[in-house]
């Protein structure tokens, strides 16, 4: 296991100054990740079991991660903003990395986790040329603000797309994903099911990672 350094910074979002934690391992593997944490209206932050276990994976497997807390999160400026807010806060995340010394802009790989899938996805479209590749575990569906089936565009993504979820998930079912993708006509989005799997991925952790580090690697390596 590679040695984890985690480095936190202080990243501008419009007017308001966001916290987060960069960390770095061996960082054999060229590409940059940028993590959008889960439900900050609910406490969802940086530290986040599932997203603290995956940053940590994503690291001893090679990779570069970044995670931050939204506006009004931790010591994150300002008021949540469950729309556009947190949108523009994951772009100037993305910003963030392109512009890292040792992170390369061409390489970067977005993953947002429950609520956060919402907005991995909108900036994925609104950014097209952005990513290498996004991983959208456990989305919501049809909740708004941020629910999936909202985004009448999202078959025009360029990018390839996962979605993970687990079996056991009432906010992301299997059929409701599977319906999902099949009306998207897109080749590029596909997803994964798991077992046993439901939205915390208690007792789960470790074969999320494993699932995803598997498609990053297949995807962009």
Known sequence: ???VRNIPVAFKSGELQLEGIISEGSNDKPFS???CSPEPHLGGNMDSSVVKRLALDLVTAGYFCFRFNYRGVGSSEGTIDMRQGQVT???SAVQLMENWPTSDAKKLILIGYSYEAGVALRLGLSQANSFAAIVLISPHMK???LGLELVREAGNINTPMMVISGDKDLSASPDSISDWIE????????????????????GK????SVEIIEYINKIVL
């Open 143 to 145: 909740l708004p603000p």
């Open 89 to 91: 806060d994951a772009g």
């Open 33 to 35: 990740i940028v993590l």
């Open 205 to 208: 952790e470790g074969q999320l």
């Open 1 to 3: 296991m590679s040695m």
């Open 183 to 202: 009306s998207l006509s897109n080749k590029l989005v596909t997803s994964n099911i798991v077992v046993d799997g439901d939205r915390s991925w208690r």
